[in-house]
């Protein structure tokens, strides 16, 4: 059972990336889908999070009109796509299930599997430079 994101890289600021993240051993269609990133020195950053419908999406104030995340059940996936990036996007990105990102960054976790508070997949390196 696992997560796994991917389709980080480096990009030049006001470009874009699309993130994916794909289940493996794990529907991901009735949970709920978030995205983090956390950068050098800096703690973990909630991003977005969608619906498991997703018909229902929530962002933090710091990406909110540039990134957007969407979802593929039938394909078991959950996407970020992230448009005109800026250096201060510099960070490993992770997507995880089961939380709630509030528009200042924090996250709530609202699953119910007791001390593993969601699954976590490894994360993608997304560098923007100037």
């Known amino acids: 059972v696992q997560l796994q994101a991917s389709g980080g890289g480096s990009v030049q600021a006001g470009g874009s990336l699309t993130l994916s993240c794909t289940g493996s051993?794990?529907?991901?269609?009735?949970?709920?889908m978030s995205w983090f990133r956390q950068a050098p020195g800096k703690g973990r950053e909630g991003l977005a999070c969608i619906s498991s419908g997703g018909d229902r999406s929530y962002y933090s104030d710091s990406v909110k009109g540039r990134f957007t995340v969407s979802r593929d059940n039938a394909k078991n996936q959950v996407f970020l796509q992230m448009d005109i990036l800026e250096p201060e996007d510099t960070a490993v990105y992770y997507c995880a299930t089961d939380y709630l990102v509030s528009e200042d960054g924090t996250y709530l976790y609202i699953g119910d599997d007791g001390a593993r508070k969601g699954r976590w997949g490894g994360g993608t390196q997304v560098t923007v430079s100037s």
């Open positions: 051993g794990i529907s991901l269609e009735k949970l709920v």
